[in-house]
Structures are given as structure tokens and as C-alpha cells.
């Protein structure tokens, strides 16, 4: 496999969020999901129970790594530290791609710990194409940037976000993780059409998608991961899918979370458009809609 795909061709379809309150669930009933995307952060430890329970999930289950603090947008480097344990992890879980998002959220060693919005410029853009490169060249495993959902711009942006994001991935060669409900909320406060987002992003690279539910507050929606996607959302989900096909597609659920069974029966509104479309991987997706 080479660590500049997006993934390693695998063909997966639906996934959950590895949660604590479903742990017990997961372990004693072996639900059929196909695979489990787990918060590196949470398991950057030295054994305990969080790892000997991955350990048991890892047996039956395929897990992808998603992480919320690699920050590919901030200046400063991630830590040697933070590298080397994250290593061990994609070397434990053998996670077939990684994903983080594309934000900022530290500097100077101090840390916000939010996502926070990046100026669109070019010489952030490229910034972080080669802070992605570094940490994939460390960790020799496929990355894909997500998305954020936002609530402030940049007076200094020189571009919109499609053309950022689109900026930052094929200078990086790297994989999209296609959040649509972040296009939404970012959509709605700042009053641009979803749908000319995904138009104007490079589709091809497009190697895992999220869909969550957020929540109106005031002027604005938040991302708030506590229920489930709205319809609008699921039609974005569609015309995404319609335009590249199957792929790997993992539901959000981290408030307010509900059992097991409600939050996979609502994962699984997602097959309804993934079935129309043969299952494919990043290699064909790619043919498909590039041609390359
Ligand atoms: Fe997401």
C-alpha cells in the first residue's frame, strides 16, 4: 500500500462511531457493522481498559482512525511525542486510512482544543499540504482531511472554502473526508449553496464521508452531533453519492447518545443511496469520476 492513496482500496460501506456507552453492547452482541471509526485521541494511552477493549473490537471488527488534534492548519508541528504514539496506534489498529481535520487549534504549544476556521489563503493552504505530507511521510499510512463546519470567516480569505479545501488536497495528493453536514451548517451561516461545494471540490479524492445532526441556535446552526441528520443533509448525502458512487459512510452521533440499535438503524438510511451504486474502490471511484 502506498501512503499517498487515500485509502487502500477497500470497499467498505457503513459505519458507526465506537462509543463508550455502546461497549458492552458491541462486545456481547457482535452487531453487523462493517466497521468502527474510533477518536485516536482517546486511545494515545499505555493499556488500561479503553485499549484491552480495542484490542477485543480490532478481533472482529475493521477500525479506522479519526483524530481531532493533529491540526494541519496551525503553524507549529505536532509533537514528537504525539507523532510517535499516534505511529503505534496505526501500527496497532492498522487502520487502512487516517483522518483528521482541516483547521487550526494550537500555537505556541498552547492548545484551544476546538477546530477553529483557517484563513483561505494560498500560503495557508500550502502550509498545510505540507504539514499533511510530513505526518503521512512519519506515519506511512493514506490520509484524508475533513471538513469543518464553521461560524466565522476570514476577513483576509482570498478564496471561498471549496477552493481552499480543493487548494490543500491536490497540493498535499491526499484524500477528502466529505463531511456533509459541516457543508450544510457552513452553508446556512454563511449563506452560500451546498451544492456549489460539492460541484467545485475534486470528487475523486473523496475517500470516507460523514453525516451527522446539528442544531439551530439563534442566527446560526451548530454541529452538534446529538441527533439525528435532517433531511436536507441526507439530500446532499444523495447527490454526493449520486455523483461518486459507493463509500465508506459513517454516522456521527456523540451527544445526547442513544442505544446501539437506533443510532446503526439511522447509519443505515445510508444504504438506501449506497445500494444504487456498485461497490467500488478509491481506485475505481477515482476512474469513474475523473477518468485518471
Ligand atoms: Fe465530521
Keep these: 500500500m502506498s ?4 485509502n487502500d482500496n477497500s ?10 456507552p455502546h461497549y458492552d453492547h458491541i462486545l456481547s452482541e457482535t452487531p453487523p457493522v462493517e466497521w468502527f471509526e474510533i477518536i485516536s485521541e482517546n486511545f494515545l494511552i499505555d493499556g488500561g481498559r479503553p485499549l484491552a477493549i480495542l484490542e477485543r473490537i480490532l478481533e472482529k471488527y475493521t477500525v479506522i482512525q479519526h483524530g481531532v488534534s493533529l491540526y494541519f492548519g496551525s503553524p507549529n508541528e505536532v509533537s514528537e511525542d504525539h507523532l510517535k504514539r499516534l505511529k503505534e496506534l496505526v501500527q496497532f489498529t492498522k487502520t487502512p486510512w487516517l ?73 498535499a495528493d491526499c484524500g477528502i473526508l466529505l463531511d456533509v453536514n459541516n457543508i450544510y451548517v457552513s452553508s446556512v451561516n454563511h449563506k452560500f449553496d451546498p451544492y ?4 467545485n ?12 445532526g446539528h442544531s439551530p441556535h439563534d442566527r446560526f446552526i451548530i454541529d452538534t452531533h446529538d441527533r439525528a441528520p435532517i433531511d436536507p443533509v441526507w439530500e446532499l448525502y444523495a447527490y454526493v453519492i449520486s455523483k461518486i458512487g459507493h463509500t465508506p459512510t459513517l454516522l456521527e452521533w456523540d451527544a445526547k ?21 456498485p461497490r467500488t474502490s478509491q481506485v475505481e471511484r477515482r476512474q469513474a469520476v475523473s477518468g485518471k
Design 196 to 199: 456549489t461545494y460539492v460541484d
Design 99 to 171: 483522518t483528521d481535520h482541516l483547521c487550526w487549534g494550537s500555537v505556541d504549544g498552547q492548545y484551544s482544543h476546538d477546530l477553529l476556521p483557517l484563513p483561505y489563503t494560498t500560503a495557508v493552504a500550502h502550509a498545510a499540504a505540507e504539514k499533511i505530507m510530513r505526518v503521512r511521510d512519519y506515519l506511512q499510512v493514506p490520509i484524508s482531511v475533513e471538513n469543518l463546519s464553521s461560524y466565522v470567516e476570514f476577513t483576509g480569505s482570498a478564496m471561498s472554502e471549496w477552493e481552499f479545501l480543493t487548494n490543500v488536497v491536490e497540493a
Design 11 to 20: 470497499d467498505l460501506g457503513v459505519g458507526i462511531g465506537l462509543r463508550i
Design 3 to 6: 501512503a499517498n492513496q487515500f
Design 201 to 212: 471540490i475534486p470528487l475523486d479524492r473523496v475517500a470516507q464521508i460523514h453525516i451527522a
Design 257 to 277: 447518545i442513544p442505544s446501539f440499535d437506533e443510532v446503526h438503524k439511522e447509519a443505515m438510511k445510508a444504504t438506501q443511496w449506497l445500494d444504487q451504486t
